[in-house]
């Protein structure tokens, strides 16, 4: 499945879709957040965060092909609000 199936899956429907983004990302983002954080506790709960972004604002997502470096993009901001 691609991003934008991915996308419209959790548009519909959003339980299985946002699980089937986390499993697509879910490592990948954690391992980029504490890349930035340096600390597992602290990249545990900036993923956490992310997700609920996620969540929120996915129907903002204009063009689902993108939904990787969105998904990056609200990570690092996580990160970065975790980090001051």
Same mark, same amino acid.
């Not at 946002?18 to 391992?31: E, P």
């Not at 504490?34 to 997700?51: C, H, M, N, V, W």
């Not at 996620?54 to 609200?74: E, H």
């Given at each position: ?16 879709g946002v699980?089937?983004?986390?499993? $697509?990302?879910?490592?990948? =983002?954690?391992?980029?957040? #504490?890349? @930035?954080? +340096?600390? *597992? ?20 997502? $204009?063009?689902?092909?993108? =939904?990787?470096?969105?998904? #990056?993009? @609200?990570? +690092?901001? *996580? ?6």
């Amino acid at each position: 499945m691609n991003d934008a199936a991915l996308v419209g899956l959790a548009l519909t429907n959003p339980q299985q879709g946002v699980a089937a983004i986390y499993d $697509r990302y879910g490592t990948s =983002l954690f391992n980029y957040c #504490y890349s @930035i954080l +340096r600390s *597992q506790a602290d990249a545990g709960d900036a993923l956490q965060e992310s997700f609920v972004t996620v969540i929120g604002k996915l129907n903002q997502l $204009r063009d689902p092909d993108k =939904l990787r470096p969105w998904l #990056y993009a @609200i990570a +690092r901001n *996580q990160c970065f609000k975790q980090h001051r």
